[in-house]
Each structure stands twice: as C-alpha cells, then as structure tokens.
C-alpha cells in the first residue's frame, strides 16, 4: 500500500505541476528515487504520464478559452492572448519540445490548444519533451546521488 502512495503522490505532484498551478514534480521524482523503494521505469512512466495528462487539460482549456474571451472575468487580456498566439505562429509546434521548460511550458501547451494543434502531434511533443526531462532527471540523480 505503502507503494501506491508514492505512485500516486508522484502523478498528482507531475499533473498538478504540468497545470498552472505552482508544485515542483521534480523534488517528488527525486525523493523517490532516492528512497530506492521503486523502480525507476515506473517512477519515470508514472511521472511522464501525470505530466503529460496535465499539459492535456491546458491544451483542452486552451481550446475552448476563446469562447469566454468577452467576458469580464477572462483570465487572460486579450492583447496577451493575440501575443501568445503570435509567438506560437512564429515557432509553431517544434516550440512544444520546450514544454518541459518552467515559466513558458505550460503557456505554450495552451497557446498550442488555442491555435488548435493537432492533439496526435501535441501529445507526441509533449511527451517526448517531458519524458526526455524526467530522463535526465532520474540519470543525473542516479549519476551524482
């Protein structure tokens, strides 16, 4: 039971930390790594598709976020909204292989919804860009811990 905890302690941290919302998935994959109680290519499957489920929900919400766009309560100006889908016009979908990266992964995984992204080529991006951080995680940890 003790297991599952950490199973899913690690996919709710990655899909959390994916959305808008402020968690540092990383600090989790780590610790249980170190704690050598799990193997790795679960920890990293697990962390991968929490991560990528997250990036899910902002490429969803970034698909239907222009229909509220008028309303006053819209989270989003619109001028930066026009921004956002400008930059991602400019560098297209090659920029979601960023999508792992802090500050702009989870803006780029919405713009990539509102500029209506194929989801196949969406998923495939963003799980390579995400699955490859965890990766070097997990070895750099493994390399140096």
């Known amino acids: 039971m003790w297991e599952m905890s950490g199973y899913l302690g690690l996919f709710l941290a ?6 808008f919302l402020p968690m540092q ?7 249980l790594q170190l704690a050598g109680n799990h193997p790795l290519g679960w ?8 991560n990528v489920l997250g990036s899910v929900v902002n490429w969803l919400l970034g698909r239907y976020i222009e229909r509220w766009q008028g309303r006053r309560w819209f989270p989003v100006p619109a001028d930066k909204l026009h921004k956002a889908q400008s930059a991602y016009r400019r560098y297209g979908y090659w920029s979601l292989l960023l999508s ?3 500050l702009i992964g989870d803006p780029l995984t919405l713009a990539a919804g509102v500029m209506r992204e194929p989801f196949w080529r969406f998923l495939l991006l963003v799980t ?5 951080r965890y990766l070097i995680l997990v070895a750099g940890t493994a390399w140096f811990g």
Do not use: N, Y
């Open 100 to 102: 792992w990266a802090p």
């Open 14 to 19: 990655s899909f959390v930390a994916a959305t």
């Open 25 to 31: 998935s990383e600090v989790v994959l780590v610790a």
């Open 43 to 50: 920890l990293l499957l697990v962390a991968t598709v929490g």
């Open 128 to 132: 390579l860009a995400k699955g490859g």
